[in-house]
């Protein structure tokens, strides 16, 4: 307890909480909960009394509130990404559908280009 209320944790985090405590401790955190709630209610007297959270605990919330702004950021780019593969497959198949068409008009027998004048015959001479 004095190692994660003096900021030296090295089993845990350094949060101020229960699990935090438990896992500095090498206990199951229902131990603290359940059958230790003396020592969960000096834990938590005793952290009101250092007046809260240190600042270890300060910077990991502001680490864990801008990695889950940075997960929502993702989340919205993967939507857009998978709304525009859809956009894309269609736009393949179009695509194909046109090129497969060009490609059979090209193998007809009828020429693509007519004369507009009809050639005249070359003398040699």
């Known amino acids: ?16 909480t ?15 909960t359940q ?3 003396d020592l969960r209610a000096e834990f938590y007297t005793r952290v009101r009394e250092n007046g809260g959270p240190s600042e270890v605990e300060d910077r990991l919330r502001q ?8 997960i929502a950021n993702k989340n919205t780019e993967l939507e857009q990404f ?3 593969v859809s956009s894309l497959v269609r736009a393949i ?11 059979e008009a090209n193998t007809q027998d009828e020429p693509a280009v007519v004369p507009l004048r009809p050639r005249r015959p070359t003398t040699t001479g």
């Open 1 to 16: 307890m004095d190692r994660i209320l003096g900021g030296k944790a090295e089993n845990s985090n350094g949060a101020l």
């Open 63 to 70: 680490t864990i509130v801008r990695l889950k702004n940075t």
């Open 35 to 37: 059958r230790h709630t």
């Open 93 to 103: 198949n179009v695509l194909t559908l046109e090129n497969q068409q060009l490609r």
């Open 82 to 84: 998978r709304e525009d």
């Open 18 to 32: 229960i699990v935090a405590l438990a896992q500095e401790a090498g206990v199951p955190r229902n131990a603290l």
